[in-house]
């Protein structure tokens, strides 16, 4: 089999070429008034930028704020490891200032949890986060701290990698006080959405958004996502089913995409939640300044995948798997499931950062515009066990949980752990 490599750049058409002859009346009017601008504020005239050649297919350069987040100590950048060598070459695209951003100091927000699965920040940087087998839902101090209960989610039914998933808030949370939540019930999956009380120490009782998605034990998806569009974002697994990946009329193995009552959002390709089909199992799915939408998803034994979702594009599972096989759109990056394994990801400092529950490692994965501008590297490789989530923070910083308490890790004290990872600029 052989490893994925990047899309090579198109060959850019050259275009019609203007006749090179230019009266030298022209040139003169030209010259009399650039000396004429300079003459009158006493200033030389602006030279005319050199014009280049752009390929029609190129994404526009969105500029990028680098994170001021305020540090604890003199960071000390973990040494990445070397990348898996199934790493697709990097593409062509031009780098940016903030594609210079690396882990530095990392600490412990909060200790003690039970398999944390989603998480999701308030308003004022604190944060929510779910604990897969209990149902429950705890409230995060922004400045870390211990957990506190904020409510059961009732009708969550735990099993395998099934129970109480994915986590976000509405983005109008400060006024409506939303929790949107994905949820193992006893007829299937679900999407609720609940009310948190002002307290933090409440949960109404949920109301159904989107059932119908089935479950299993394993390949149960859960990731949610609310994207800049105002819309959220579900990703699915196939539920060990893999005829479902490809069929439209399933919402099993898809990225859905719906509006805060459950109803298709606006834009979707077949008039149904479904967004883009031919999915295995996203767990992870984040968005770049630009409104790239990028997803993580857990291979069969071969290739793990980080992908650009494109709206009714389909992502060739059961047929293709990384970039073997027939069909499918083809991902941007992919790895052997020893180094990924995939779950939660995250745009942060012009990258896309990625999760690694059998890798054991947090990816850093250059990108601009949905392609990618270097090389993936590997961070944390194995000193914090399994990494489930990751997520921007308010302050620039990432916010990683752990899973070693999910009957698939070694559990060390205090696990499992939220980390804060504070990105710095490359030494």
């Keep these: 089999m052989r490893p994925l490599s990047a899309t090579p750049a198109r060959p850019v058409p050259v275009p019609g070429r203007r006749s090179r002859t230019v009266t030298a009346a022209v040139l003169a009017v030209l010259a009399a008034g650039c000396a004429g601008a300079s003459a009158k504020d006493g200033t030389p005239a602006p030279e005319l930028p050199e014009m280049t050649s752009m390929s029609?297919?190129?994404?526009?350069?969105?500029?990028?704020?680098?994170?001021?987040?305020?540090?604890?100590?003199?960071?000390?950048?973990?040494?990445?490891?070397?990348?898996?060598?199934?790493t697709p070459a990097p593409s062509t695209a031009p780098k940016s200032r903030a594609a210079d951003l690396v882990p530095g100091q990392v600490t412990d927000v909060t200790t003690g949890l039970d398999t944390p699965w989603g998480l999701a920040f308030l308003p004022d940087g604190s944060a929510l986060v779910s604990e897969r087998d209990s149902a429950r839902v705890l409230h995060v101090p922004a400045a870390g701290g211990t957990a506190q209960e904020v409510g059961t989610v009732p009708g969550v039914e735990p099993g395998g990698e099934a129970g109480l998933l994915g986590l976000a808030v509405s983005p109008s949370f400060a006024t409506d006080r939303t929790l949107y939540a994905y949820r193992t019930a006893a007829s299937g999956n679900e999407v609720i959405a609940m009310t948190v009380g002002t307290d933090l120490r409440s949960l109404s009782e949920p109301r159904v958004l989107l059932s119908g998605?089935?479950?299993?034990?394993n390949h149960d998806g859960g990731r949610l996502a609310m994207g800049p569009d105002g819309f959220l974002y579900i990703g699915t697994g196939d539920?060990?089913?893999?005829?479902?990946?490809?069929?439209?009329?399933?919402?099993?193995?898809?990225?859905?995409?719906?509006?805060?009552?459950?109803?298709?959002?606006?834009?979707?390709?077949?008039?149904?939640?479904?967004?883009?089909?031919?999915?295995?199992?996203?767990?992870?799915?984040?968005?770049?300044?630009?409104?790239?939408?990028?997803?993580?998803?857990?291979?069969?034994?071969?290739?793990?995948?980080?992908?650009?979702?494109?709206?009714?594009?389909?992502?060739?599972?059961?047929?293709?798997?990384?970039?073997?096989g027939d069909g499918g759109t083809r991902p941007l990056a992919s790895w052997h499931t020893d180094d990924a394994s995939p779950s939660g990801v995250a745009y942060a400092g012009g990258a896309v950062w990625m999760a690694g529950l059998k890798g054991e490692r947090l990816w850093r994965v250059p990108v601009a515009g949905g392609e990618r501008t270097g090389d993936p590297v590997a961070y944390l490789d194995g000193t914090y066990g399994r990494l489930r989530t990751v997520v921007t923070a308010p302050d620039g910083s990432l916010w990683v949980t752990t899973s070693n308490t999910d009957g698939r890790g070694d559990p060390k004290d205090g696990d499992d752990r939220i980390l804060r990872v504070k990105l710095v600029p490359r030494p």
Excluded: C, M
């Design 239 to 324: 539920a060990n089913d893999r005829p479902n990946a490809p069929d439209r009329d399933s919402l099993n193995g898809k990225v859905l995409r719906i509006r805060s009552d459950g109803s298709p959002a606006p834009g979707n390709p077949f008039g149904t939640p479904v967004f883009t089909t031919g999915h295995r199992n996203v767990q992870g799915i984040a968005f770049g300044p630009d409104g790239t939408v990028y997803a993580a998803e857990f291979g069969q034994d071969t290739w793990d995948e980080l992908n650009v979702l494109r709206a009714g594009q389909d992502y060739g599972w059961p047929a293709a798997e990384g970039d073997d």
């Design 213 to 217: 998605i089935a479950k299993a034990s």
């Design 56 to 86: 029609p297919t190129a994404a526009p350069t969105v500029p990028e704020a680098v994170p001021t987040a305020p540090s604890t100590g003199s960071p000390t950048a973990p040494v990445p490891s070397t990348p898996a060598p199934s």
